[in-house]
């Protein structure tokens, strides 16, 4: 019988740390523009960023991402996930059809690539059906884009049961970021488990599990390994 060693379990311990977090990105979302201060007070907080959530176009409760300020966040080496909220009702196959393109024409502004993900903000109090759902992800998917859809996946909410009503395609292949459940906020290194609440058999890679962080106007998020691809 092999008796392990102390330093031995603490090996063992340490690698399997490293599986761990080799397989989630600690990350936040802004609605403000990442300046540097705002950038320096993420990093002095709570850790670096590997992900940052970003908004297309400007609206009166968010500023679009720029080009510059894609860049700035490249060169720190953060990737982007891309966030689009300009609107307050997601029902309707043709607005969902028609939000997409709007979204589509601010991503090409800031000459984001085709091969990432572009999520719909839909809200807890948003009217949300599977039409809305089917259109989004339809035109993005003509389009060579990945579809995403961020919002409440806890269990009979109403993203939920639209979600579920949507055709098999897009209910399997849409990019899901969840905001449930809320818990503390942490540092990168002391962030939780990777458990969302969310539907199975679904493609459900996000998980914003702080809203509104006491010291930088930040969310904070985890994200499975395979969101990479939907990053830019």
């Known amino acids: 019988?092999?008796?392990?060693?102390?330093?031995?379990?603490?090996?063992?311990?340490?690698?399997?740390?490293?599986k761990k977090n080799s397989k989630v990105y600690w990350g936040v979302d802004s609605a403000s523009e990442v300046s540097k201060a705002l950038y320096s007070c993420a990093r002095e907080n709570y850790g670096k960023p590997q992900v940052w959530g970003r908004y297309l176009g400007d609206k009166e409760v968010s500023k679009g991402i720029t080009k510059n300020e894609a860049s700035y966040l490249h060169d720190e080496g953060i990737k982007i996930l891309l966030i689009y909220n300009h609107f307050q009702n997601a029902t309707g196959y043709d607005n969902g059809k028609e939000s997409a393109k709007q979204a589509l024409k601010f991503a090409n502004e800031i000459d984001a690539p085709n091969t990432v993900a572009i999520f719909a903000d839909i809200e807890p109090n948003y009217k949300v059906d599977s039409a809305f759902i089917q259109g989004w992800y339809e035109t993005l998917h003509q389009a060579k884009w990945n579809a995403g859809i961020y919002g409440d996946f806890s269990n009979?909410?109403?993203?939920?049961?639209?979600?579920?009503?949507?055709?098999?395609?897009?209910k399997q292949h849409t990019i899901l970021w969840s905001a449930q459940p809320q818990t503390k906020e942490t540092s990168r290194k002391?962030?939780?488990?990777?458990?969302?609440?969310?539907?199975?058999?679904?493609?459900?890679?996000?998980?914003?599990?702080?809203?509104?962080?006491?010291?930088?106007?930040?969310?904070?998020?985890?994200?499975?390994q395979e969101m990479d691809e939907s990053l830019w």
């Open 1 to 18: 019988m092999t008796v392990n060693t102390k330093k031995e379990r603490q090996e063992k311990k340490n690698s399997n740390e490293r």
């Open 156 to 170: 009979k909410s109403k993203l939920s049961k639209a979600l579920d009503g949507a055709e098999k395609n897009a």
């Open 190 to 224: 002391e962030a939780p488990d990777f458990k969302p609440d969310g539907m199975h058999d679904t493609k459900l890679y996000g998980w914003q599990y702080t809203i509104e962080a006491k010291n930088c106007e930040i969310d904070m998020n985890l994200f499975k």
